[in-house]
């Protein structure tokens, strides 16, 4: 097992790449990559940096140089071939040749396209244009980096043994969430930690402590590199990004209310099983299912990510109750600002009401809070999200007002169209 402490001491970060490979990134983005391969290949987007916790100052923290060379080093890889064979050759959700010949191909040759880097106000506006296939890869390397570095500005000015206890602390604060965990009768639950983690050795060190004091209960990461390196399950779906840039490219208004259905339609063609899992709250839960088509109903389940999920997922099984599916056979998984004592208490409220399953994130791979003065490294809010699609604005509602974005103009007339009303505000931390 790597010494995390003995390694950031010894190197001072001078040698170490924050992303090792394109495949350092989560199971859902190359999914949803081929999907977008196969189905709008052509369509020009625009994704950017948004820091939602103003008052972590990135530029003030991360020298811009240091965020230059990890950007520049991102654009230099390229897939391994071992990491082509374990694509092609190796069983994702039951399925063999997940990716087709045809993506592949295109996967093996690709390098990541450029990237534009500006200071703004104590913050970096780091944006990436071009085709949707390329340009979405850049989301979760960019989001790595900048976290890490983040870290790597506090942690370099640490002494040896600061680091050796820091780390210990930290260890010890996840294994004492693991053991809140392991009584748990029928618990599911994977890590989805890439894109805010503290640092990849440390995500990798989380998913190993998961596989040891778990068991049969960590169903596996999201983490493509860490899945290969640890033979463990890939787990992913799909995000918002789909319906997202789909939304933006529709002409109508109506056209508009079908995107979300569209992007589930295509997936639909593509995947079956544990794939089929719907992500309702891009425009609102409740509206999302009163409107939805029978055969989504059929689906696998559901996944919730913002607002309060006790009741998005009561909302979910009134709405198969309300279609004539059994709740009892669908899947719910958890994966919005999730810690062990919330996984707790969402397990025993639905347990045996519907499958339950979780997937967490930032307080599982970057829960630093509270062991540094000044809480240097406590985690914040940092996303890379599709800000236009063909020159057209995307729009993001969710169940959470706090984490809506989009122009004002464009907002309103998504809310008009998918039935927004008032929704209750909730503190985004992670």
């Not at 389940?301 to 599916?325: L, Y």
């Given at each position: 097992?790597?010494d995390?402490?003995?390694?950031?001491?010894n190197?001072?970060?001078?040698?170490?790449?924050?992303?090792?490979?394109?495949?350092?990134?989560?199971?859902?983005?190359?999914?949803m990559?081929?999907?977008?391969?196969?189905?709008?290949?052509?369509?020009?987007?625009?994704?950017?940096l948004?820091?939602?916790?103003?008052s972590?100052?990135?530029a003030?923290?991360?020298?811009?140089?240091?965020?230059r060379?990890?950007l520049?080093?991102?654009r230099?890889?390229?897939?391994t071939?071992?990491?082509s064979t374990?694509?092609?050759?190796?069983t994702f959700?039951?399925?063999?040749?997940?990716?087709?010949?045809?993506?592949?191909?295109w996967f093996?040759n690709?390098?990541?396209?450029p990237?534009?880097?500006e200071?703004?106000?104590?913050q970096?506006?780091?944006?990436?244009?071009?085709?949707?296939?390329?340009?979405?890869?850049?989301?979760?390397?960019?989001?790595a980096?900048?976290?890490?570095?983040?870290?790597?500005?506090?942690?370099g000015?640490?002494?040896?043994?600061?680091?050796?206890?820091l780390?210990?602390?930290?260890?010890?604060?996840?294994?004492?969430k693991?053991?809140?965990?392991?009584?748990?009768?029928?618990?599911?639950?994977?890590?989805?930690?890439?894109?805010?983690?503290?640092s990849?050795?440390w995500?990798?060190?989380?998913?190993?402590?998961?596989?040891?004091?778990?068991?049969?209960?960590?169903?596996?990461?999201?983490?493509?590199?860490?899945?290969?390196?640890?033979?463990?399950?890939?787990?992913?779906?799909n995000?918002?990004?789909?319906p997202?840039?789909?939304?933006a490219?529709?002409?109508?208004?109506?056209?508009?209310?079908?995107?979300?259905?569209?992007?589930?339609?295509?997936w639909?063609?593509?995947?079956?099983?544990?794939?089929?899992i719907i992500?309702?709250?891009t425009?609102?839960t409740q509206?999302?299912?009163?409107?939805?088509?029978?055969?989504?109903?059929?689906?696998?389940?559901?996944?919730v990510?913002?607002g309060?999920p006790?009741?998005?997922?009561?909302r979910?099984?009134n709405?198969?109750?309300s279609?004539?599916?059994d709740?009892?056979?669908?899947?719910v998984?958890?994966?919005?600002?999730l810690?062990?004592?919330?996984?707790?208490?969402?397990h025993q409220?639905?347990q045996?009401?519907?499958r339950?399953?979780?997937?967490?994130?930032?307080?599982?791979?970057?829960?630093?809070?509270g062991?540094?003065?000044g809480?240097?490294?406590?985690?914040?809010?940092?996303?890379?999200?599709?800000?236009s699609?063909?020159?057209?604005?995307?729009?993001?509602?969710?169940?959470?007002?706090?984490?809506?974005?989009?122009?004002?103009?464009e907002?309103?007339?998504?809310?008009?169209?998918f039935?927004?009303g008032?929704?209750?505000?909730?503190e985004?931390?992670?």
């Amino acid at each position: 097992m790597v010494d995390i402490a003995t390694r950031v001491w010894n190197h001072r970060w001078k040698i170490d790449p924050i992303v090792r490979s394109l495949i350092d990134t989560d199971f859902y983005k190359l999914l949803m990559c081929q999907s977008v391969f196969r189905n709008k290949p052509d369509t020009q987007v625009t994704f950017s940096l948004i820091n939602r916790t103003k008052s972590i100052r990135l530029a003030d923290l991360v020298d811009e140089g240091e965020l230059r060379e990890q950007l520049d080093h991102v654009r230099s890889l390229s897939l391994t071939r071992g990491e082509s064979t374990w694509m092609r050759g190796n069983t994702f959700y039951g399925k063999r040749q997940m990716f087709s010949p045809e993506f592949m191909d295109w996967f093996e040759n690709l390098r990541l396209p450029p990237y534009h880097l500006e200071k703004r106000d104590g913050q970096y506006e780091l944006t990436f244009e071009g085709s949707w296939p390329e340009v979405m890869l850049w989301e979760i390397p960019a989001l790595a980096i900048l976290m890490e570095l983040r870290g790597r500005a506090v942690l370099g000015a640490m002494g040896r043994f600061e680091l050796q206890v820091l780390y210990a602390r930290a260890m010890t604060k996840l294994w004492e969430k693991i053991e809140k965990l392991q009584p748990l009768d029928g618990l599911r639950v994977a890590d989805f930690g890439t894109r805010r983690r503290h640092s990849f050795l440390w995500q990798d060190w989380c998913v190993q402590a998961m596989q040891e004091g778990l068991g049969d209960a960590f169903l596996g990461t999201s983490n493509c590199l860490i899945a290969k390196n640890r033979d463990l399950e890939a787990i992913g779906t799909n995000a918002h990004e789909l319906p997202m840039v789909y939304s933006a490219l529709a002409e109508t208004d109506a056209a508009l209310a079908r995107a979300p259905y569209d992007v589930l339609q295509d997936w639909h063609e593509e995947h079956d099983g544990n794939l089929r899992i719907i992500l309702p709250d891009t425009y609102g839960t409740q509206g999302f299912l009163d409107n939805a088509p029978d055969w989504l109903a059929g689906w696998t389940g559901i996944r919730v990510d913002s607002g309060d999920p006790a009741t998005a997922a009561e909302r979910a099984i009134n709405w198969w109750k309300s279609r004539g599916e059994d709740p009892r056979e669908k899947l719910v998984i958890f994966s919005d600002g999730l810690d062990a004592d919330k996984i707790v208490a969402l397990h025993q409220q639905f347990q045996g009401r519907t499958r339950v399953s979780f997937g967490w994130g930032t307080m599982l791979t970057n829960d630093f809070k509270g062991l540094t003065a000044g809480d240097t490294l406590a985690p914040f809010s940092l996303v890379c999200k599709a800000i236009s699609a063909n020159g057209k604005p995307t729009v993001k509602l969710s169940d959470n007002p706090n984490k809506a974005m989009g122009t004002a103009e464009e907002v309103e007339r998504y809310k008009r169209v998918f039935g927004v009303g008032e929704q209750e505000k909730v503190e985004v931390v992670v």
